[in-house]
């Protein structure tokens, strides 16, 4: 298993949390707002690939164990 | 050798033996008898093979023991008879189960043993729930029932790591719902036995397999079991599964293929559901959650900055209006300011001139007689001086018979200027004469 840039979901999501509070807050000054919208499509970008763009990928290991002959 | 013996005329082959042996033994037990006792060294080979054991009090010291054998009509049976009940049971090692047996003795190699007719699925249940009941509470001492449950299942729990048998339905069923649900699962598949005596060692084998991955490898390990008979189940009323997974430094899913029952396994695990299908279903779920809550965050941010934005606007907007009407305001007043400012100052002005325009013409009125009074004046003040001068004339005093006498070119004013010999000129208005004086008087 890949151990690459691991995609912290959470915090990806903790991120778009704060941009869209301070959005909503109207915290926000218009400079700053299209760069933190810009992060914000950013990530979502990155997860949403993470999460879709890999097939289903499956890898088997056998280890063999005795059993029963009859047992299956 | 004693001589009674030697008159017993029958001498027995083995066989004969065995077969007389076994004659008299059933004719000791008529009936079939009940018989408990603990399972051990169970072998199914289509029948199965095990040991009936007595242990001593303390649990562990086997007292007596029977060769037993169930043949597999009589399983079927009594399979049968417990899933009826729906009750998970399978015969396996440790526990304790009430068999009514034939007691026999297999004439061939003339081994006494006993022959499974039922089992009693009271005595076995309330023994197996007490054994299970007694794990359960050692597990839940140490601690052992919350322990995996503490671990949270990752938001995204795309890697995975499945405990099963390889290519089973349970596989099968467990992948292709993953397959359809579209997201890109990655599973790590350890081909274990789910069923049958080496249940246990298969499963933790995979399970400390998976839990050895390094944290952030691996969000899920999934035991996974299909349909198959509900008495296997109880192949996972394991302490040693159960403290398997308990220690599993991942959380673990068991989806067993039961409906009902909860096994052991089951207790320790983070969360059970009931079949494999279903544990890809929560998995695939889960992801979505966290997919549509990405989207509805999307969604909010843009709409949240669309908002900002055209608050800004309306804002901007609101503040020129005021700003306009605030100068136009402004302007208004001032203009307004100026206009009464204007009419003040004329009216003023007006007040002022009237009052000087009056003033003016008086003063001109009195100017007028002033200056005709002071006219008059010197006129008169001149005509008296023409008089004047015009009566102080020489020429005019001596026509009126008055004459000047002169000594000297002088003009003499004293008596005492002529005295008696001097010689003078006399003016008179119409020519002059000389004389001497003669003699001089004082006094006028």
Same mark, same amino acid.
């Given at each position: ?8 979901? *959470?915090?990806?999501?903790?991120? *778009? ?25 950013? *990530?979502?970008? *990155? ?26 | 050798? %004693? +001589? ?10 083995? =066989? ?85 047996? $034939? ?6 190699? /003339?081994?006494? !043993?006993?022959?499974?007719?039922? @089992? ?22 140490? /601690? ?6 503490? =671990? ?6 795309? &890697? ?7 290519? +089973? ?11 359809? !649900? ?8 350890? %081909? ?27 969000? @899920?390990? #999934? ?5 198959? !008979? ?12 159960? $403290? ?22 089951? =207790? ?23 997919? %549509? ?22 804002? =901007? ?14 302007? &208004?007043?001032?203009? $307004? ?17 009237? &009052? ?8 001109? #009125? ?20 023409? /008089? ?12 009126? /018979? ?15 200027? #002529? ?26």
């Amino acid at each position: 298993m890949s151990v690459k840039k691991e995609i912290k979901y *959470l915090q990806a999501m903790q991120e *778009l949390n704060q941009i869209l509070e301070g959005l909503q807050a109207q915290e926000l000054d218009v400079d700053e707002l299209s760069v933190k919208v810009k992060r914000a499509v950013e *990530l979502i970008k *990155l997860c949403r690939e993470r999460i879709e763009k890999t097939e289903l990928e499956v890898k088997k290991i056998v280890k063999e164990f005795e059993e029963e002959p009859n047992d299956k | 050798m %004693d +001589s009674i013996f030697e008159n017993i005329p029958k001498v027995f082959t083995v =066989l004969e033996l065995n077969t007389a042996a076994c004659a008299v033994l059933k004719r000791g037990f008529p009936m079939p008898v009940w018989v408990a006792g603990e399972v051990q060294r169970v072998s199914d080979k289509g029948h199965i093979y095990f040991d009936l054991v007595q242990k001593g009090s303390g649990g562990t010291q086997v007292v007596a023991q029977v060769n037993a054998v169930m043949f597999a009509n009589i399983w079927a049976k009594v399979s049968n008879k417990f899933k009826e009940a729906g009750i998970a049971f399978a015969l396996k090692s440790d526990i304790e189960v009430k068999f009514l047996c $034939e007691v026999d003795i297999w004439a061939k190699g /003339g081994k006494y !043993s006993i022959k499974i007719l039922d @089992v009693d699925p009271a005595y076995t249940l309330g023994k197996v729930a007490l054994a299970r009941a007694k794990i359960i509470e050692e597990l839940r001492k140490a /601690g052992l029932l919350e322990k995996n449950k503490r =671990l949270d299942i990752a938001a995204v729990p795309l &890697r995975l790591g499945l405990v099963t048998s390889y290519n +089973s339905a349970a596989y099968h069923d467990f992948i292709n719902e993953l397959a359809i !649900s579209g997201f890109g699962f990655s599973v790590e598949v350890y %081909d274990s036995l789910m069923q049958g005596e080496n249940t246990q060692n298969s499963v933790t084998a995979a399970l400390n397999h998976f839990s050895g991955f390094a944290p952030g490898e691996l969000d @899920v390990i #999934v035991v996974a079991r299909g349909g198959g !008979s509900k008495a296997d189940l109880g192949w996972f009323d394991n302490k040693k599964i159960a $403290e398997t997974i308990a220690n599993c430094s991942f959380p673990v899913i068991t989806a067993l293929g039961h409906q009902i029952d909860t096994t052991i396994a089951d =207790l320790a695990a983070n969360l059970t559901v009931k079949t494999p299908t279903a544990a890809a279903q929560y998995l695939a779920a889960r992801v979505k959650a966290f997919m %549509d809550d990405l989207v509805q965050r999307e969604t909010d941010i843009l709409r949240s900055c669309a908002e900002a934005l055209s608050g800004g606007r309306v804002s =901007l907007q609101n503040i020129s209006l005021r700003l306009e009407s605030d100068v136009s305001g402004y302007f &208004r007043l001032h203009r $307004e300011r100026l206009l009464a400012a204007r009419h003040t100052v004329a009216a003023r002005a007006e007040r002022v001139f009237s &009052r000087d325009q009056q003033f003016l013409t008086a003063a001109a #009125v009195s100017l007028e007689g002033t200056l005709n009074k002071i006219f008059k004046n010197q006129r008169q003040r001149v005509q008296y001086s023409e /008089g004047l001068i015009q009566s102080l004339d020489p020429v005019n005093v001596l026509k009126r /018979g008055y004459s000047v006498t002169f000594k000297d070119g002088k003009a003499v004013k004293t008596i005492s200027d #002529v005295p008696a010999g001097t010689t003078i000129t006399t003016m008179l208005v119409d020519g002059t004469f000389v004389s001497d004086v003669k003699e001089t008087s004082p006094g006028g």
